[in-house]
């Protein structure tokens, strides 16, 4: 019968299927375990309900088939007629009742230790953009942004040519890792500049939503040093796919000595790896700690200067509270003065980290999202003051760069702008008329 | 009942042609409207799914700009909600309801036409922003701001097609109540009413209640992005949790709304085929209507990760997990209804047996995105697609299809062709599962959703998926091929199509008269007992 | 315009009706035109009010024939049921509507103040973004959007205002009960008062906004009291608008001799409808203006 050969070949497709991805994975097909206590919490609540599930799957399905099986009419079967029995409606409503309290029980301890933010060793604060991650160490007075790596970007444009399994950590991998101790309670406070994003490194079992206007707290205690990887996990955008995030966690002795060479660095990132300094991608923002964020309470959260001065804080022992380090809000770069060549070498970075997501590489703009052209824009070969102030400022989705990059990579990609994709205006901006302009 | 009116037969005046679409009052052609609409729809959509697919079969962007894929999510979750899933419902709440209650029509006929020429121009109005400078909305079904306030020239005509849509939802709602508390037979009692009624009848209160909230959602998005005013944005007080609030305060019973008519539906099919009656009709009506209750104070459940307080956290998890306990006594009256009855395997049979199997799992994966903190590794990934196309696709959809052949030899006087019903049922539920089923894993691997490419780790399982949608979307070619088929012609279709039919729809001939019931039929033909052959 | 019905004694079965159809095309219309002309295009607003007018154009016609067909006794009791049942639910999914926005009213002032003053799990909200902030009601924000304001006193036009819609619920009571009585002359008495009150409520509220504008510096745009006054008590005051213009078709059927003591349901409709906005008019008064 030609439905019994369907019939067949189906089976024997989804048979092929099955044994395929049997093999065919080196990906792990189960949530992580994780490397933070409630990673593992998570992991086994999630095991639990799965076999919770399974268990009354086999028993329902069981019944089901049972009857598909044996009170068929070609085999004969003659219908019952009952259709009503207090006694099993009564157990069947409160069986699952007592299993869902067995679920809800654990669940609700786990809940109550994950929310539990408070008495962190050390804060730091996350902000969304779109699409990059900001990492504020508040209280070592320093941040910095961390978007997608320069390899990933190019090869995730459309028609690049360039096999993403070519790339190492395609679209996981970024220039500025966030950098964190290990066996330290980390308190995250995350927000968003623009729209909603979520914070997600699914071996800390820490998803969390950055929302403009509001600050959500979270915790993670790392157990392992290692990198981590995840990504924003709320649409956020044309880029929502590319904003990912990737967490270095290194033992107390080799993370102070990253912070040490990062407050040191006058802007440039510091590779925790090499402890090198990097010029890729925006520079490190320098701010004085305000808050003495460790403190448990609301009321020693007193901005710092009003409970204590700064230097007789008493050092939670082990913290890098104690080396906070007021430094410049811009750094040293800024006050250079650029020749055409350096200024147009920098600004050609800058653009690509910052600018290319929705400019494009070829500075052709993205029509779909409203995003105008720089090659040949009215903007990049009118005025140069109009430019200089819609940078500075942003309009509607175009951000406000302003408060994002220093005035020496301002001058730089404007520059570029401006004798690039075309347009041959010829001017050379400096860090000074940036910092007049602002 | 002696002194029942005079039908008047006026068949004679029908306008011809697409006027009589138009302009018609009856139910079982503004039935047939909801029906072939949401059919088109569900190919709009489905087109939509397949470009989503076919970017996401390897990493890399090949087919188009992120931005659009953005659109095609977007546009896949509205049409397919609001598209296909509730107008075919809607559809055959027109066919059934009044056949089933024994009426002639629905209670407020030019209204009925109302709600449904509405549709096509709200559907218009949505899908004519994809060829917008600056394209179709791109935020998600879901809308949240401040990304939606994004949006283009598209995000009026997106607001506005909503408003459409909630309007036409709220007026057929209207009739569909009305027409069940006024128009059922004499010695037809509410507890005597076919399940698939007392279904619709509480959707409708359902949607009554909720379609004017996101209305008030979509409203308040509309005069932040023009009129400057501060729902969402902190700065002016407000705050954009507000909007998922309010959203989901809609969106939670919706997904009820698409649900509990397919739990209608199928609590017709299964004792039919089973040929015993449902088991346990008052506890399956007690547990509808739970559901329906509970749908109201669980909606936070899609909110897990915004940072409520703990004890909101707490309450929308207990709260959300009760609803297990409603949805299992369905299931196990279900399953009841079938044990030791004389089964017999037809096409609608074998969709309402693969609704049980798979929509059951999609509600185990509901469960388990109850869990607040496992709920902090599943939300936003593949994981919540996966659970979300099970109990729509598998659940709803599924219903939806064994509703149609279960029905459409009354509808069209014909048979469908049985085997091509049969390979088209086979290759919907295999290819289903290699679409969904490994959804599962991607999600807990660490796949978001609404993503246009992927860290390279997910390939093979993208694949896997890309190519059961693929043949999932191919074989609902054959769907339309049978409902073609049978509409033309095919072996005649008795009144009582199926042996162990029961229930007023089946007394009438098939195809039935073009007013169904221009008499109440006689009370004898009511049962003592609904599903009781007694 | 010949929808002629069937009745029987039992069943109300309408010809086919093109109505909706122009109706659709009419909302399809005002949609697209109002989508334009907030885009900037010129030609929305011409849109706009066409869409609309096609609409009224609708609405009179197919009101005008269920009218001519009440009149002509085609409908017997079970359609009247149905228009009732019709008419609740109508109503039902207008509280909601309305719920949605108090629900706004209540989150923002409950909640949300509290929280963007550090309150709850929202202390670092307060201290990176909002310093300072001090939660209090009325609100424009931590940002002060739209400048400082002046917020709506509840005594002096809203009490008025209270105090005619409360009348005027009362005055269309004695006007349903002068038509129970078959008094024709108390029923225009009456109604005409009604909708005299409920003109007056539209006229006051417009003053009271004109002033806000003009001398409170209250606008749409003052953070989040501005924005939950003025939607919710604008769109009271539409809903005040639609529902007095539907007295006033009434008050001109009645005086054109329509409506009998057993059968007047548009009528009783449109009474509905009234103590409807009455009542979420008092629900304004409390939380809006009062607490
Ligand atoms: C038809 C639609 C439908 C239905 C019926 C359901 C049913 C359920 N859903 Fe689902 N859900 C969606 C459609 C639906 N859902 C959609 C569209 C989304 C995503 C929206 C978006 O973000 O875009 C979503 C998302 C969603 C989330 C948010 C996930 C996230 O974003 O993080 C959650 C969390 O709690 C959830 C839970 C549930 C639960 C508990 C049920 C329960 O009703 C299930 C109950 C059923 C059973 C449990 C099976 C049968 C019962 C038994 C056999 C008894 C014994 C069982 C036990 C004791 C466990 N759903
Ligand atoms: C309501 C019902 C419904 C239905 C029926 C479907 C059906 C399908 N969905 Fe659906 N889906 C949603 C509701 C639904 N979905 C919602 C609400 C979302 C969330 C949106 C959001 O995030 O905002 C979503 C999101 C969603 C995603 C995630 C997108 C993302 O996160 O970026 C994906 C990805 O695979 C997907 C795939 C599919 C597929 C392959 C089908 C298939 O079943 C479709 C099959 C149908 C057809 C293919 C059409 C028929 C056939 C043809 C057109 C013939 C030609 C075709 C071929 C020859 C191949 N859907
Ligand atoms: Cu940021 Cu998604
Ligand atoms: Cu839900």
Not at chain 3, 39 to 66: A, P
Request: hydrophobic fraction near 50%; aromatic fraction near 14%; charged fraction near 10%.
């Amino acid at each position: 019968m030609v439905l019994n050969k369907v019939k067949n070949v189906l089976c024997g497709v989804a048979a092929a299927l099955v044994l395929i991805s049997g093999s065919a994975f080196a990906l792990d097909l189960n949530m992580p375990v994780g490397v933070t206590p409630m990673s593992h919490d998570v992991y086994d609540l999630h095991m639990y309900a799965f076999w919770v599930c399974v268990g009354i799957g086999i028993v329902v399905f069981g019944l089901m088939l049972i009857s598909i099986i044996w009170h068929r009419k070609a085999a004969g079967h003659q219908p019952a007629q009952f259709h009503e029995n207090t006694a099993v409606e009564v157990i069947w409503t409160v069986i699952p009742f007592i299993i869902l309290i067995a679920l809800a029980i654990p669940a609700a301890k786990i809940l109550v230790k994950m929310t539990n933010t408070s008495d962190p060793d050390m804060t730091v604060k996350i902000e969304g953009y779109q699409w990059k991650w900001q990492y504020d160490y508040l209280q070592n007075g320093f941040s910095y942004f961390s978007t997608l790596a320069a390899d990933s970007n190019a090869a995730s444009q459309l028609d690049s040519g360039i096999n993403p399994d070519s790339v190492p950590h395609y679209l996981r991998n970024v220039d500025h890792p966030m950098v964190v101790p290990t066996g330290k309670k980390i308190r995250l406070l995350v927000t968003a500049n623009d729209v909603i994003h979520s914070w997600w490194v699914e071996d800390f079992a820490v998803k969390v939503d950055a929302i403009p206007g509001f600050v959500n707290e979270a915790w993670i205690k790392v157990e392992k040093p290692g990198t981590y990887r995840g990504g924003c996990t709320e649409l956020c955008g044309r880029g929502h796919a590319f904003m990912p995030i990737v967490v270095v966690a290194e033992n107390w002795d080799d993370y102070q000595k990253w912070l040490a060479a990062m407050q040191a660095s006058h802007g440039a990132f510091i590779n925790p790896a090499t402890l090198q300094p990097e010029q890729n991608g925006s520079p490190v923002v320098y701010a004085p700690a305000e808050l003495n964020f460790n403190a448990p309470t609301s009321a020693q959260l007193e901005p710092v200067a009003a409970v204590l001065p700064a230097a007789a804080q008493p050092a939670v022992p082990g913290t890098a509270a104690t080396i906070v380090k007021p430094a410049p809000k811009h750094p040293a770069i800024a006050e250079k003065t650029w020749t055409m060549a350096e200024a147009m070498e920098r600004g050609k970075k800058v653009y690509a980290d910052n600018c290319a997501a929705c400019h494009m590489p070829d500075g052709k703009g993205n029509p779909a999202m409203g995003v105008k052209a720089i090659a040949g824009g009215a903007i990049a070969n009118g005025p140069l003051a109009a430019h200089i102030a819609l940078v500075l400022h942003g309009k509607g989705i175009m951000p406000a760069w302003g408060n994002q990059l220093n005035d020496a990579d301002l001058a730089a990609v404007i520059t570029f702008e401006r004798n690039s994709f075309g347009n041959h205006t010829g001017d050379l901006v400096q860090p000074a008329q940036i910092k007049a302009a602002r | 009942m002696s002194t029942v009116a005079v039908a008047h037969e006026h068949h004679a005046e029908h306008p011809r042609g697409i006027w009589r679409w138009i302009t018609t009052t009856n139910h079982k052609d503004i039935g047939t409207l909801y029906l072939c609409f949401s059919l088109l729809m569900f190919f709009v959509g489905g087109a939509f799914a397949m470009l989503i697919r076919a970017e996401l079969f390897t990493p890399g962007m090949q087919l188009m700009d992120p931005l659009f894929f953005n659109e095609m999510t977007t546009l896949h979750g509205l049409v397919m909600i609001f598209g296909a899933i509730m107008p075919a419902f809607v559809g055959l709440a027109n066919w059934m309801i009044p056949m089933m209650i024994g009426a002639p029509d629905m209670a407020l006929p030019r209204m009925n036409n109302w709600s449904f020429w509405i549709l096509p121009f709200a559907m218009l109005l949505l899908l004519s922003t994809l060829f917008m400078p600056g394209g179709a909305p791109a935020g998600g079904w879901t809308m949240y701001p401040p990304l939606m306030l994004q949006t283009g020239i598209a995000f009026p005509f997106t607001i506005f097609a909503i408003h459409l849509m909630g309007i036409s939802s709220v007026m057929g709602a209207i009739n569909i109540i009305a027409t069940i508390l006024n128009l059922r037979a004499p010695g037809m009692s509410l507890m005597k009413m076919p399940m698939f009624v007392w279904s619709w009848l509480i959707t409708a209160y359902l949607l009554i209640a909720v379609m004017p909230v996101l209305a008030g959602a979509v409203t308040m998005e509309l005069m932040d992005k023009y009129f400057g005013t501060s729902f969402f944005n902190a700065a002016g007080g407000g705050d954009p949790i507000l909007y998922q609030h309010v959203f989901w305060f809609f969106g939670h019973p919706e997904v009820y709304i698409m649900i509990l008519p397919a739990f209608g539906i199928i609590s017709e099919i299964i004792p039919t085929f089973s040929r015993k009656p449902l088991f346990g009709y008052s506890s399956m009506v007690y547990a509808i209507a739970s559901i329906a209750f509970l749908s109201f104070i669980v909606w936070a459940h899609h909110m897990f990760t915004v940072g409520m307080p703990l004890a909101a956290d707490l309450f929308f998890m207990f709260s959300t997990m009760l609803i297990a306990v409603p949805t299992g006594v369905k299931v196990f009256n279900w399953t009841a209804t079938m044990w030791r009855g004389s089964l017999s395997f037809e096409t609608p049979m074998l969709f309402a047996i693969a609704f049980l199997f798979l929509f059951t799992i999609g509600g185990f994966s509901g469960v388990m995105l109850a869990l607040v903190p496992a709920d902090w590794q599943y939300h936003q990934t593949y994981f919540v697609v996966a659970h979300f196309h099970y109990v729509l696709v598998t659940g709803a959809a599924f219903a939806i299809m064994g509703g149609v052949y279960y029905w459409l030899p009354k509808w069209t006087g014909h048979m469908y062709n049985e085997k091509l019903a049969k390979t088209h049922f086979w290759l919907t539920a295999i290819s289903a599962n290699v679409l969904y089923f490994p959804m599962h894993f991607l999600g807990l691997a660490g796949m978001p959703r609404r993503i246009p490419d992927y860290p390279v780790q997910f390939t093979d399982l993208n694949q896997i998926v890309s190519i059961g949608g693929f043949v999932f979307g191919a074989s609902q070619l054959l769907f339309v091929a049978c409902i073609i088929l049978c509409v033309r012609g095919g072996k005649k279709a008795e009144a009582r199509v199926w042996e162990g039919a029961h229930g007023l729809e089946w007394t009438l001939p098939s195809p039935p008269p073009y007013h169904s019931f221009t008499e109440p039929p006689a009370p004898n033909l009511i049962w003592a007992h609904p599903y009781r052959n007694d | 315009m010949s929808a002629e019905a069937h009745a029987g004694n039992r069943y109300y079965i309408p010809n086919g009706t093109h109505w909706p159809i122009i109706g659709s095309v009419g909302l399809f219309t005002t949609a697209v035109g109002a989508a334009t002309w907030l885009e900037d295009m010129d030609f929305g607003k011409y849109l706009f009010v066409l869409g609309l007018l096609i609409l009224f154009g609708m609405m009179f016609g197919w009101f005008g024939t269920v009218i001519r067909e009440s009149l002509s006794g085609t409908y017997n009791t079970q359609v009247d049921r149905s228009f009732r049942w019709g008419m609740t639910f109508f109503i039902f999914s207008e509280v909601m509507f309305f719920g949605a926005f108090f629900g706004a009213l209540f989150y923002a002032r409950v909640f949300v103040q509290p929280w963007l003053g550090g309150a709850s799990n929202s202390l670092f909200t307060n201290l990176l973004l909002w310093k300072g902030y001090e939660p209090t009601w009325p609100s424009n924000g931590p940002a002060g959007l739209g400048g400082a304001f002046e917020a709506m006193k509840p005594l002096g036009i809203p009490a008025l205002n209270t105090l005619i819609l409360l009348s005027s619920g009362l005055t269309v009571t004695l006007a349903h009960w002068s038509l129970k009585e078959d008094n024709r002359k108390k029923l225009i008495f009456f109604l005409s008062l009604t909708v005299i009150l409920g003109f007056s409520f539209v006229v006051l509220q417009a003053h009271e906004y004109i002033h806000a504008y003009t001398e409170q510096n209250l606008t749409l745009g003052s953070g989040i009291y501005g924005t939950t006054f003025f939607m919710l008590t604008g769109f009271h005051g539409l809903h005040v608008t639609i529902g007095a213009i539907m007295l006033t078709v009434i008050l001109v059927r009645a005086i054109r001799g329509h409506f009998t003591p057993q059968n007047h349901f548009a009528f009783e409709a449109v009474t509905w409808y009234w103590h409807f906005v009455d009542v979420v008019w008092l629900g304004l008064y409390i939380f809006v203006y009062w607490l």
